[in-house]
């Protein structure tokens, strides 16, 4: 058995699993996967899976703790939103490292996460959480006086932008609200069939829309400093109604005092909300008036998106996430010289898919790395703001800097012709 053994959780549907196991191989890590579904082979491969209920935190931690004697763990890693309260209660349980579940709950939640910036006195916009029973019609007349319009409608537990909607008048804020409200519900009832909504799901917030680029930041705590491993601009303008995100490009073109501003600012949501240990992926709006914490959650970066990233020693993000989590020193990392990026594939409609081609002349695209259709012909796709899958991936990288990734990018999206009955 190996000396160290790493719990990851994931979901059933998640794109990360291949990834965690295949970096963990190469470092000879075991692992155990934790998830919410029975794995076909956990008889033949004991230790290497386990099923747990993310929706049942208290004993998920019992079946974890249970399994601990027989397989020690030196470490647990989520590797989605999903799993960060869960990583957190189990770690505190079994006495490893982890971050304080009060400062994951913060983070997951987004209504927390804005009054906890706003009271340390960061940038934050305007907002109001409202429950989702209050009558629309009240809510437009508040909002109206106390945030303004343009404004935004989102639901304050789910990701990558799900259910999140822009509204620049009365009728569109109370059209909104009662879209959210019905995302969060189906969502919440896709989680855990039959049983009653999390408080989580119970309230949406409605805020100031900031204007502006955005950019996402990867970082690593270590011993509670945070070491920022890229800064990524979102080249395609993210104004509304919704807020599909498609490329990830680094390194930033933005300046380098402004990219300093940005590792300064998530080193401060970070101590401010309490995160002290492992990944943190965190999102940003950059205008005039300053840089705009968005979000900031206990884990890598979402969907495939990991893989744009290689590092000078050669590591992938999740051998560095794993390396740090099984106890090894980390040193300073720097990405390499070459820029690198991902483009998630947008869904043009709602529907049933019949075929993606075109990935044969995508590749033949100079800089194209890779082009990964991750939904199968037959299956249902969903656009945002309902949808919470991606169609797939595209992959680049180029000496000749970012400008020539994003074109890169463009170019390979353009040659897939996608049909969707």
């Not at 790493?6 to 794109?15: C, G, H, I, N, Q």
């Not at 076909?40 to 601990?68: E, Q």
């Not at 989702?132 to 343009?150: M, W």
Request: hydrophobic fraction near 45%.
């Amino acid at each position: 058995m190996s000396a160290s053994r790493v719990l990851l959780l994931v979901t059933s549907s998640s794109y990360k699993a291949e990834d965690f196991l295949s970096a963990a191989e190469r470092l000879g890590v075991a692992v155990t996967v934790a998830s919410d579904h029975e794995a076909a082979l956990s008889d033949v491969t004991p230790g290497a899976n386990l099923s747990v209920d993310f929706n049942d935190p208290d004993r998920a931690v019992s079946v974890i703790s249970n399994f601990h004697p027989d397989y020690p763990l030196s470490a647990i890693v989520a590797a989605e939103d999903e799993g960060t309260v869960l990583a957190s209660a189990a770690a505190t349980a079994l006495g490893l490292p982890h971050n304080p579940i009060e400062a994951v709950r913060t983070a997951r939640r987004k209504d927390l996460f804005r009054e906890a910036i706003r009271d340390a006195g960061l940038p934050a916009p305007r907002f109001e959480a409202f429950g989702v029973g209050e009558d629309p019609g009240s809510i437009t007349g508040r909002a109206a006086g106390r945030i303004g319009f343009p404004c935004v409608v989102k639901p304050v537990s789910l990701a990558a932008s799900r259910g999140v909607i822009r509204a620049d008048d009365e009728a569109e804020l109370a059209a909104a609200f009662r879209r959210v409200v019905r995302i969060a519900a189906e969502a919440s009832a896709q989680r855990n069939p039959g049983a009653d909504p999390p408080d989580d799901t119970g309230r949406i917030i409605v805020e100031e829309f900031l204007p502006g680029s955005e950019v996402a930041l990867e970082g690593l705590l270590v011993d509670g400093e945070l070491r920022t491993l890229a800064v990524l601009d979102k080249p395609d303008p993210l104004d509304g109604p919704y807020f599909e995100e498609t490329l990830f490009v680094t390194p930033s073109r933005h300046p380098v005092e402004t990219q300093k501003a940005i590792a300064d600012t998530a080193a401060a949501v970070a101590r401010v909300i309490g995160l002290c240990h492992g990944p943190v992926h965190a999102e940003m709006r950059v205008n005039e008036a300053g840089i705009w914490p968005l979000e900031m959650a206990p884990r890598p970066i979402g969907g495939l998106c990991s893989r744009l990233f290689r590092f000078r020693t050669g590591l992938t993000l999740e051998e560095l996430i794993l390396l740090h989590a099984t106890g090894a020193p980390i040193d300073l990392i720097n990405t390499p010289t070459d820029a690198s990026g991902a483009m998630m594939i947008p869904i043009p409609r709602a529907g049933s898919l019949v075929s993606v081609e075109g990935t044969d002349a995508a590749l033949a695209v100079p800089g194209i790395e890779d082009v990964v259709i991750s939904l199968r012909p037959g299956q249902e796709v969903v656009p945002l703001p309902e949808g919470n899958r991606y169609l797939g991936f595209i992959f680049a990288r180029s000496p000749d800097g970012p400008k020539a990734v994003e074109r890169a990018l463009r170019e390979a999206h353009a040659c897939l012709e996608i049909t969707i009955e």
